[in-house]
């Protein structure tokens, strides 16, 4: 089944909205190029930790320590670019 | 609903437990989970009072404000913490249903509960792969490993991560509808231990005192 980018990115807005207490509306403005790690207060590194196992649990992937960088963590389009990846495998 | 000063197996427990007709006792979410949910359960513990049921709320052995603190706690002191605490209020006479959140299932199954019902269970090895992520290396040592702003007995974790699930005869599960595992009811809500700041659930705190009491019926123990 191919995947559906923009459900990835709705799942991850609901999910951000979620851990980081982020208000809905605000979430619903994220775009690709909106920054997350270093830009966001809320993401500090538990909250870091509480994202990546909320990620797992919901979507059924495994994000290995490797797998976290900046890249990944650092704009919103870098978070679902991976998650539509670790989906698609 | 009133906290006693007192504690029984180094655990404290609650007021007024002979002249219940059940007794819930609840066993929290480990580390900072249990800080994120407390204000949750403590209502849910009012709903489970205001009902008539007894409520147990202990801080487990390396949890919250018990005594042994996380620099000293092993998988037994929770072991055998939890089973003199469950023994201690079986002798008022009463069934008791053991409702664990989290990875407090872990040692949920308890020879004198009558019924055990869960929330969001979550495998050792899953709560030490989280709490390892926020781990400080050079603040670690051979013995205690700093996650999460604390040192945690680095063998606890080990251990704790070998740990399975057990499986308890009368048991009922419920899980949050974001959860993909099996559950005997998913519930639509947000996972309050997973959020960055503790806040409240009113309305799950209901739902789920509703749902323990309805599987105390079902059990006939209640």
Known sequence: ?89 | MTFETRWLAGLPTLNNLADQRLIVLILQPFFEEANRMRRTLALMARALDDRGVGVAIPDLPGMGEHPMGAVKVAVRDIETASKALCDALANHGRPILVASFRAACLFDALPRASANWRFAPEPGDRLVRTLMRTETPEESNETLIFVNGQWVCRDFLDELSRLPLPDPSRLRTLRLATDRTDADRHVEASPLWRHAEPGEDPALAELLAEDILQWAVTCGIS
Not at chain 1, 16 to 39: K, P
Not at chain 1, 65 to 83: K, R
């Open chain 1, 1 to 89: 089944m191919p995947i559906d980018r923009n459900a990835i990115s709705d799942d991850i807005r609901s999910l951000l909205s979620d851990v980081l207490g982020i208000a809905e509306d605000r979430a619903a403005t994220f775009t690709d190029s909106t920054e997350l790690f270093g830009s966001l207060p809320e993401l500090d590194s538990m909250a870091v930790a509480n994202l990546l196992a909320e990620l797992e649990d919901r979507l059924g992937i495994i994000v290995d320590a490797d797998e976290v960088d900046g890249d990944m963590l650092g704009t919103f389009g870098g978070l679902v670019d991976f998650v539509s990846g670790k989906l698609s495998r």
